[in-house]
């Protein structure tokens, strides 16, 4: 078995428990992982939540503040910045012809800070702009602005973020 090599930015190690596979990843002070995960070679910030049946991959860097809820898929070539939240089932792409094999034809997909994925979304490589809402289900094939709610198939820019919303936001 590969030998784990689980880091911490503290003085104490993460101790991953024998329900989760955490292998050569540098995890943020009070972040808590939940059982059932497959999650390598990535960065992940400080208090952050990631959930159960959540597989993050090589080179994935996710900021502070960030929640991942259970059963999310992160590939390779996505960046979370800070205060994202990453809703249940969402599917991120960097393979637009696979199996392309080769890693040099995947695509590179960004999270702004305070962007929100609802549930069930599909994120193909793109960038999503600050606090962008995107709505559950939405498959997002372009970039989206920041301070915009995005729903369907294609996404496509429903409305602006009310003043509401981004204070909200901004209290996070
Ligand atoms: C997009 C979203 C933020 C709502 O935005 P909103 O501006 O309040 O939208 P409304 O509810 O007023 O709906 C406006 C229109 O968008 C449609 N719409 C809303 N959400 C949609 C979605 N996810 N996909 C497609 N269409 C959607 C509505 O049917 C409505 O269409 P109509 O004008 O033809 O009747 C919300 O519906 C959503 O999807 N949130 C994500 C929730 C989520 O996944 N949470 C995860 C943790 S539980």
């Known amino acids: 078995m590969a030998e784990q090599k689980v880091q911490q930015k503290?003085?104490?190690?993460?101790q991953p428990n024998q329900h989760q596979l955490i292998n050569n990843c540098f995890?943020?002070?009070?972040?808590?992982?939940?059982?059932?995960?497959?999650?390598?070679?990535?960065?992940?910030?400080?208090?952050?939540?990631?959930?159960?049946?959540?597989e993050i991959q090589k080179d994935v860097a996710i900021g502070n503040n960030c929640r991942?809820?259970?059963?999310?898929?992160?590939?390779?070539?996505?960046?979370?910045?800070?205060?994202?939240?990453?809703?249940?089932?969402?599917?991120?792409?960097n393979d637009l012809l696979p199996p392309s094999g080769d890693p040099k034809n995947w695509k590179r997909t960004i999270i702004k800070k305070g962007a929100s994925i609802g549930s069930n979304a599909t994120i193909l490589p793109v960038t999503i702009g600050e606090n962008s809402i995107i709505g559950a289900g939405a498959?997002?094939?372009?970039?989206?602005?920041?301070?915009?709610?995005?729903?369907?198939n294609p996404a496509k820019v429903l409305r602006q973020l009310n003043q509401k919303e981004k204070e909200m936001i901004n209290k996070k």
């Open 10 to 14: 503290s003085e104490q190690q993460y």
């Open 68 to 93: 991942i809820q259970s059963h999310s898929f992160i590939c390779s070539l996505v960046t979370i910045e800070d205060n994202v939240f990453v809703g249940h089932g969402v599917m991120f792409i």
């Open 139 to 152: 498959v997002v094939t372009k970039d989206v602005p920041a301070d915009s709610v995005v729903v369907g």
């Open 27 to 54: 995890i943020g002070r009070n972040t808590k992982i939940w059982n059932f995960v497959n999650i390598y070679d990535c960065t992940i910030g400080d208090n952050c939540m990631v959930g159960t049946f959540v």
